[in-house]
């Protein structure tokens, strides 16, 4: 049995941040030593209450959980949508949570996780890189200490989810995905692409909510608020795919190229543009656009059986 894989995970909890946690957590190839919290699917206040809530329901540990960034770098807050709920995990009443957060700040967290593990940590940020590229640019000293990003953001071909080029991890703060995507860190990117193809329909959904394990029951009342918000048969589990690249990395397949983040256009910022040419035909075209942006790997495509087992073995344990 290999080591597990020492992991940070950085949430805007929300609906499918938390099938995410319910992932990481329930799985025994991850340790999970923090989680840190920005604003986006919800205010940073809901994203801290859902993440302990979320805690709750699993049994989890004493885990440390970091309040983080309330806005994006330059972008202004906006008012979270209801795609998530009027609480951000589906309106389904689970009850305050009587843990607390940790007294510092998510990038002081993230700094003294980072100091003291003595080998490398896999960051998983499933939210606007807000906090991430504050550590980045605040620690630069620390970088060697990160194994590397498995980053929930971005589209390679699909519409965007925010803007018609924009997926909404990046849209929120174009500016703090540049930081991070630019960083040179060997980054895994789980765009839109990939996201919107591990489904559970809604016969399957209903056997979640009818199960005996309290964190399937939560799934699965989460997976119908989606259902009926998009009047759709199906629901995704969004966020917990990037988890499973990490605890399965097999079951998807990645294409290497530099990824820019448009900052200036007006429809296209926060645009993710892949560049999909071949190196010797990046090296001949220079006149327009130099390419000098790292290379980062995209899922482009992910086993969605494997995946949905994967899932469904984790939050549905309780016989």
């Known amino acids: 049995m290999p080591s597990p894989i020492s992991v ?15 992932l990481a957590l329930r799985a025994p190839r991850l340790e ?13 206040d809901n994203v801290v209450a859902n993440t302990l809530k979320i805690l709750d329901v699993l049994g989890a540990p ?28 589906g309106d389904l009443g689970l009850p305050p949570s009587e843990r607390q957060p940790v007294p510092l700040h998510a990038v002081e967290l993230m700094r003294q996780l980072l100091t003291n593990t003595p080998e490398p940590v896999t960051l998983i940020a499933l939210a606007p890189l807000t906090n ?35 997926e909404f991890n990046i849209r929120v703060d174009p500016e703090a995905a540049a930081i991070v995507l630019h960083s040179g860190l060997p980054i895994n990117l789980y765009p839109l692409d990939v996201f919107r193809q591990i489904r559970f329909y809604r016969p399957e959904i209903e056997q979640f909510k009818a199960s005996r394990d309290p964190a ?24 917990a795919g990037a988890v499973a690249t990490v605890i399965d ?69 309780i016989a």
């Open 8 to 22: 940070l995970i950085d949430v805007d909890t929300g609906n499918d941040d938390a099938m995410a946690l319910m």
């Open 32 to 44: 999970v030593l923090g989680i840190t919290c920005v604003h986006g699917n919800q205010t940073l």
């Open 62 to 89: 004493d885990i440390p959980v970091a309040a983080g960034m309330r806005q994006p770098l330059v972008e202004p807050v906006r008012p979270p949508s209801l795609i998530h709920g009027h609480d951000g995990m």
């Open 132 to 166: 991430i590229a504050l550590f980045l640019r605040m620690y630069p000293d620390l970088h060697h200490k990160i194994a590397g990003l498995t980053i929930m953001g971005g589209a390679y071909i699909d519409a965007g989810n925010a803007s018609p080029t924009g």
């Open 216 to 239: 399937a029951r939560v799934a699965g009342g989460i997976l119908a608020y989606s259902c009926d918000y998009f009047q759709a048969d199906y629901s995704l589990i969004g966020d």
């Open 249 to 317: 990395p097999d079951g998807a397949t990645v294409e290497k190229a530099p990824i820019s983040v448009e900052l200036t256009g007006t429809a296209t910022r926060g645009q993710t543009v892949m560049d999909r040419r071949s190196p010797d035909q990046r090296a001949r075209s220079t006149a327009w656009w130099q390419p000098s942006e790292p290379e980062i790997n995209v899922f482009t495509q992910v086993d969605v059986d494997r995946y949905r087992a994967l899932f469904t073995e984790a939050v549905n344990q």
